[in-house]
């Protein structure tokens, strides 16, 4: 019995951060263009990083077609290399690309493939913990999957404290903004919610500038919380001299979300409770009448690609999407 | 399932560990057309036990066998202190000494006087204490309690009551006047950079499979004995009990052969037997417990049904722990909390252990018949001592052992 040496070619690099850097290869069997982040070891502070861990632990766990997938683990030259599934475009650029048209059924589509990937990860007990247009990656072939599991953990032991710093600021759910130690799978929930909405924005729903900024624009959007409508919100250790927005109304945001239909809209006030015991999970999500309103979602492979660019601008991007 | 490429660099063999060179130095050499020693290894995190002794014999020399069990409390009461200290779950405590015991599964068991003349980096690396303090750091970063190593350091060297500061330390323990060293880092750097070196290799050793062949969401035994004694709707003292039989086997080599939820129900089918009556606890519960009570719960279990656990496992670990007790009793944490003489008997508990294990004495347990003969345990390659310059020169490859239909698949496809 045999294994080939060489299973992978690297081509080029295309990110290098402080602890891997990533390059594009083929995986030679298959001819599959692959990613390799080659994850430095030994030379730092507290060794392996802990990013690395998660994902080696959380993505050799999960097989699903809306999560990216591990290929191989192996140490060579003294690195450790993950082989990844290759992903050239991700969420994040298509929203930024005004020459791109979203259609309707084409955010329906990517919602629904979101939903589907988190809904796998929490049925495996793994929150993802930080979810945001530039994590959902896309596949040639249209598949929206979940990437990056360096701040994923395990759901644990109800009475161990959570670190609240998840998330990237502007898709932090309003508890980890208050600094609770207990959290759900809600917060990813709050996420997706966000990024639906700016889906139909096409520009950040919650841009705040810092974390006191984040709470004003969230409750600027979504009303502040008050004993009322989240109980006990109160005795969370960053609620504190709070400006007080009315909650919403209905036309107001409708007004703000004006091509979004009465179905979407109860989607995303649903995904966006304040409340996480409110909010609802990703079950609930799925059957949501408003995938079954029409228009159908898109097939994944009709749905809008990136414009073909010039191979430098392809790099620049590249290099911005692997800041490792 | 360990695989090898034919055409390996003849300077490496397996099952030699090349420990005189830094782990830091890659060896440029390989990279010119030379073939490069390539390994793919399919995480293997349970051994039978004629597997485990066979391991032992490679690593731990008859001599000093006892040396090893000894140094091995010692250790394991270190790292409860640490744990303690830095106020970890118990789930730490138990995956460190899981990866102390694996380590030296692996590894060569040296536990020599220092000797003041050499001034090997390497010296640090095979003091049991710098891989116990290893074993803590990667088991607090796998069961998310991450601290920062320099913190577990402090901690840990002041529980040994170790100057951390002092100077010229060739990665030797002990703090003698090694004068005339090239090496002039303080001990606490020195101890870093052999833990960073360890914690490639351990990594290497549990084969990058962080949740140890089970699944993601698996307790250790403590926190599951309890879950599975309140599901079946045990009271507070014999799940008491349960949770200090599951507190003494934690430390067992057990954790090697059984996964966790197997072990811990056959804590609680051993503890249903023995219906205990007394065990002392701070709290005294308002419930109590009718002994019919007890047998209903224990006729009650369904070993695969209820908790998924196969019933030859359970059993080989109702056997293991019996024994145990059988052996050990005066070392136990469990006969700190129980009358020395057993009041219904009249009898010291031991016989109660032994009474029990005659009437468990058909109990269907693991079949090992592929794995005693000592030539099918020396041609496997997976039980061969690790060999880390492969990792260093060419390349190793890990997977996890459900994987293993895939690895199949591509060795038929090389096959072609």
Known sequence: MTTAPLKYSKSKKVGEGTYAVVYLGTQISSNRKIAIKEIKTGMFKDGLDMSAIREVKYLQELKHPN?????????????????????????????????????????????????????????????????????????????????????????GNANEDLTSNVVTRWYRAPELLFGAKHYTPAVDMWSVGIIFAELMLRTPYLPGKDDVDQLDVTFRALGTPTEQIWPNVSMLPQ????????????????NRFSAATEKSLDLLISMTQLDPS?????????LHEFFLESPRPTEPEDLPKKKEKRVKEEDDEMNKRFKV | MSVKTPNTHPGI????????????TPNGSNLSGKPRPSVTQISRPFFTSSELSYLHSQTIADSKKLVFTQRKHQIFQFVFQIVKALKFPLRVLSTSMNYYQRFYLFNKF???????????????????????????????????????????????????????????HNGSGSNGASGGSR?????????????????????QLIKFDFINGTVLTLDSIDSLTIQFCKKLGINYKISMFSWLIAFDIMSTPLCLMIPSHCISLAIIIVTLNLKPSQITTKFTPVEDLS???????????????????????????????????IHQMNYSILNEYIPAIDEETGKEQVFKFMELKSRFNDLTKMNQKSCLKRQLLESDEYLKVWDYSVAMKGSARFMLSNKRRRFSEEIDLEAV
């Open chain 1, 67 to 155: 999560v990216i997938e591990l290929v191989d683990v192996f140490s060579a030259t003294n690195n450790l290399n993950l082989v990844l599934e290759f992903l050239p475009c991700d969420l994040e650029v298509l929203i930024k690309d005004t020459s791109v048209v979203f259609k309707s059924a084409d955010i329906k589509s990517w919602l629904l493939m979101t939903l589907r990937g988190i809904h796998h990860c929490h049925r495996n007990f793994i929150l993802h913990r930080d979810l945001k247009p530039n994590n959902l990656l896309l596949a040639p072939d249209g598949q929206l999957k979940i990437a990056d599991f360096g701040l994923a953990r395990s759901l």
């Open chain 1, 239 to 254: 609620y504190n001299a709070l400006r007080v927005y009315p909650p919403p109304s209905r036309q107001e945001l409708r």
């Open chain 1, 278 to 286: 409110r909010r609802c999970d990703l079950t609930q999500a799925l």
């Open chain 2, 13 to 24: 063999s397996p099952g030699v560990v090349d420990s005189s060179k830094s782990n830091l």
């Open chain 2, 110 to 168: 040296e536990d020599e006087e220092k000797d003041e003349s050499t001034s090997d980096d390497n010296e640090l690396e095979k003091d049991p204490y710098v891989v116990a303090l290893t074993c803590v750091f990667l088991a607090t970063k796998n069961e998310d309690c991450i601290k920062k190593l320099r913190d577990i350091q402090v901690v840990a060297n002041k529980i040994r009551d170790i100057d951390e500061t002092s100077k010229g």
């Open chain 2, 183 to 203: 090496n002039s880092d303080s001990l606490a750097e020195a101890q870093r950079k052999a833990i960073m070196s360890l914690e490639f290799k351990l990594l």
């Open chain 2, 291 to 325: 002994e019919v009570n007890l047998e209903e719960i224990l006729e009650g279990i369904d070993c695969y049904e209820q908790f998924r656990c196969p019933e030859p496992l359970v059993n080989e670990a109702i056997i293991y722990i019996l024994d145990y007790y």
